[in-house]
């Protein structure tokens, strides 16, 4: 197996995922127009009830985010190596639980969907209500809210302590998700997205235009002396 292309390709899955997950998050959050306050509840069901399609357009495109953040995320993981390397791993595996946690979320919208089309509105905000004391639906809310935000967390201060990025890059990170953490929707989580989003697209582009031996982990006589030392994403 060639392992030179493998690791071309994996670069450009994880390039990818940092330019486009977020800006795919936003989009998405912004067409299912969250309410304020609780992830879920009656105020969610008026909202897919009064605009079926458009919910369904933009928890599609909130999947399609989720799921190209998995390879950033680990993309992200491989660039700590040295002093960062235990927080960026501690952080990585919560921040992949934590999008697992959002996929579960994101599953309901389409349940919620359904209903939009299929019962009547009073109907779908009294399921919708009841979710919060399903046992089920707090798993689910346990691993966004301890592994998805901490996560990053984590990951944007290791990645600052390997000096693998530049600091604002690793800053935009930390920042992005504290605010979509400590916010309440709305303006907040535009902020958060669109911080996150300048960070890890600029960290993108420099990745899909770097070599792909460092994510293939390529170890040849030839570059072994340059994947012995820290890899970086420089300005």
Known sequence: MNLRLVGAYWRIVVGVGLVAAVPLLLIGDRL??????????????RIAAGSPQQWLAGSLLFLLGLVLLLPAVLGLVQLARTRGVLLANLGGTLAVLGVVGFVGLNALNYVLYQFAVTLEQEQMIEFAGGMNGNPGFAVIMSLVMFGFYPGLALLAVGLWRESSVPVWVAACLLLGVSVLFLGSGGIFNVVGFGV????LGWTGIRVLGSSGNTWAGVDSASNRAEQDGPRTVSA
Do not use: N
Request: glycine share 22%; proline share 0%; net charge negative.
């Open 32 to 45: 299912i127009a969250r309410s304020e306050g609780d992830a879920i509840g009656g105020e969610i069901a």
């Open 196 to 199: 996150m989003a300048f960070g």
